[in-house]
Nanobody, 114 residues
Framework: QVHLVESGGGLVQAGGSLRLSCAASGSIFSSMGWYRQTPGKQRELVARVTRSGNTNYADAVKGRFTISRDNAKSTVYLQMNSLKPEDTAVYYC??????????WGQGTQVTVAS
């Protein structure tokens, strides 16, 4: 059974930084990533990283966010720098296991104050 534990959200001033972590267990994971959602909007991709280290980012976060993963720990990280108020959202960890099944974390709130 796949289990995801997210951490690292919180309140930060604009221009500040936060680091999100998502520790996964129960399988081997191909793709790992982060999505975010604000009220009334669809969940959107923030960044993803494959097992081999290939990454892709939403245009809105390129140059400010960095995704990485530790395969030995099955953990994915999202380093968020130069945060803006529009980055405020609930951030969800998303992983794909070896059966190509998607799994979601419980979400962690990120609030950027102006």
């Amino acid at each position: 059974q796949v289990h995801l534990v997210e951490s690292g959200g919180g309140l930060v001033q604009a221009g500040g930084s936060l680091r999100l972590s998502c520790a996964a267990s129960g399988s081997i994971f191909s793709s790992m990533g982060w999505y975010r959602q604000t009220p009334g909007k669809q969940r959107e991709l923030v960044a993803r990283v494959t097992r081999s280290g290939n990454t892709n980012y939403a245009d809105a976060v390129k140059g400010r966010f960095t995704i990485s993963r530790d395969n030995a720990k099955s953990t994915v990280y999202l380093q968020m720098n130069s945060l803006k108020p529009e980055d405020t959202a609930v951030y969800y960890c998303n992983v794909v296991d070896f059966l190509n099944t998607l799994h979601w974390g419980q979400g962690t709130q990120v609030t950027v104050a102006s």
